[in-house]
């Protein structure tokens, strides 16, 4: 079974997939983390993330993995768990630019079918109820306001040790927005056929709560 959480940056679907993928015994791939492993290799091998002929180049060396378990994913690049550091602004500034790409979307795309099969696996990013599994088993949208997911934001890179103000944030969410609702391909939409969760005024138990609910009683 798959169940496909999309949304935009920060409106709460990481959080909450992982802990539904954790009640319900269901492996958790956070798609999100495969495109900034692969902008922090373009960063690192020194190239320009905006130049689609250098980043398909070094596509085929690139050694991207995903550890997936029940409620856990890591991302691994040349075998060293990148989770955290993909998280940096040096990788989030340059990841939408990346991700637009078609060579790369095919490559993760691949990658993202493969590690699921035969699994029941929560599948969370920004075109999984619509490119990747268009015919999950349930699909959620997510959506918030710019303020309740900058504040969400502030509060993860605090975690990391970064400091942004809320402003800051609102700017880089809704760069990122257009980036990723605009592009050609796999731009972020909700399904026709997906649910859409305003998380703006839930807590983070009733998100799960709504998920878990509708997946146990269906
Ligand atoms: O955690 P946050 O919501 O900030 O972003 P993310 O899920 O880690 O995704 C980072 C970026 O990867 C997004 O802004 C998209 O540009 C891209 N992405 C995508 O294009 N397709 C996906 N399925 C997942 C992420």
Known sequence: MIIAIDGPAASGKSTTA???????????????????AVTLAVLNAGMDPNVESDVKGILPNLAISV???????????????VSEETRRTGVTNHVS????????REEMVAMQRRITVGKDAVVEGRDIGTVVFPKADFKFYFTAS???RAER????????GIEHSTEEIIEDLKRRDDIDSGRIHSPLTRADDAITVDTTNLTFDEQVAFIVNRVRNS
């Open 67 to 81: 550890e997936v378990s029940e409620g856990g994913s890591k991302t691994l690049l040349d075998g060293n768990d």
């Open 97 to 104: 630019a990346v991700s637009a790409m078609p060579s790369v």
């Open 146 to 148: 710019h303020t309740a």
């Open 18 to 36: 992982k802990k539904v993928a954790e009640m319900l015994n269901f492996i958790y791939v956070d798609t999100g983390s495969m495109y900034r």
């Open 153 to 160: 934001r502030r509060l993860d890179l605090k975690k990391l």
